[in-house]
């Protein structure tokens, strides 16, 4: 992680921060403030502790990642050189504001659909931002949320792309079973009800529904608990899911429920950072 962040400054100050460099006495040392603008739950506060430790700032941490803060909180207290806390405030305070919106909108999310089922995971997709993957899934875990896969080795799922190359559902889970190791799940993307049982049958461990009105899905977990096959699979539900028809999607007797809209429709939660004094 350290490594990403270090890059990420170096792309933003390009040569030097000129006005810095204009203005500031390299050894002038200062207390920085950063504070909440708005509600919302926090995120991003250990990456920013590792991101200050690096440039050898001290910080003080009075919230903490997961928790809920409001309009004025005081989140963290910075000293060190005027310099260094200048050059990586926009760095910082854009990843905690973008992973606090995730962990907002995810603990939102997850509230309203566990009204309906008590059970029910709110996982996030692989609908992130390249390089920036990492701080998007940690946000939603600390929102609550699942992280889902992380990358193409964390589980073989199977798609609706690979289904049309090999041009069968119970041919495409013998192929995956036979070439993964015994210690990965294997996840078959459906579009229909038939293809959803035939991928329970074939022995998938995790089904997902994908595109499917909530009706449609309702009908499929009646149909697999008919056939005995309900609890073989893990049931999975997305595409067009969000937060105003998640109570629905819910109510219908799925396990999971993931939303590419929790990483890719969240609002930053406005954070800034305040020099208060010069020591």
Request: glycine share 8%; with cysteine; net charge negative.
């Amino acid at each position: 992680m350290i490594d990403v962040i270090r890059e990420m400054i170096r792309e933003d100050v390009g040569f030097e921060d000129i006005t810095t460099d204009a203005l500031i006495d390299r050894d002038m040392t200062v207390k920085a403030d950063v504070i909440s603008r708005e509600e919302g739950v926090l995120a991003g506060v250990d990456v920013a502790e590792v991101m200050v430790l690096d440039f050898g700032i001290e910080i003080i941490k009075w919230k903490h990642d997961g928790d809920t803060i409001k309009e004025g909180d005081r989140i963290l207290t910075l000293e060190g050189r005027a310099y260094d806390i200048l050059k990586i405030e926009r760095t910082m305070l854009n990843l905690m504001m973008r992973m606090s919106g995730i962990a907002t909108l995810t603990a939102r999310v997850l509230s309203r659909a566990r009204r309906y089922s008590g059970k029910v995971r709110i996982a996030a997709t692989r609908k992130t931002t390249p390089g920036l993957q990492w701080f998007e899934k940690q946000a939603v875990k600390i929102g609550g949320g699942d992280t889902h896969r992380f990358r193409l080795d964390d589980c073989a799922m199977i798609k609706d792309n690979h289904i049309a190359i090999v041009g069968d559902v119970e041919e495409a889970v013998k192929r995956v079973r036979e070439h993964v190791s015994f210690t990965k799940k294997v996840e078959v993307e459906v579009e229909s009800p038939e293809d959803a049982v035939t991928a329970a049958e074939a022995g998938a461990d995790i089904v997902l529904l994908d595109n499917m009105s909530p009706e449609v899905i309702e009908h499929i977990v009646g149909e697999l608990k008919r056939r005995g096959l309900r609890d073989r699979v893990i049931l999975e539900a997305s595409g067009g899911i969000k937060p105003e028809n998640i109570d629905r999607y819910a109510s219908t007797g799925v396990d999971v429920i993931s939303m590419g809209f929790i990483t890719n429709s969240a609002q930053p939660v406005d954070l800034s950072l305040e020099i208060r004094a010069s020591t």
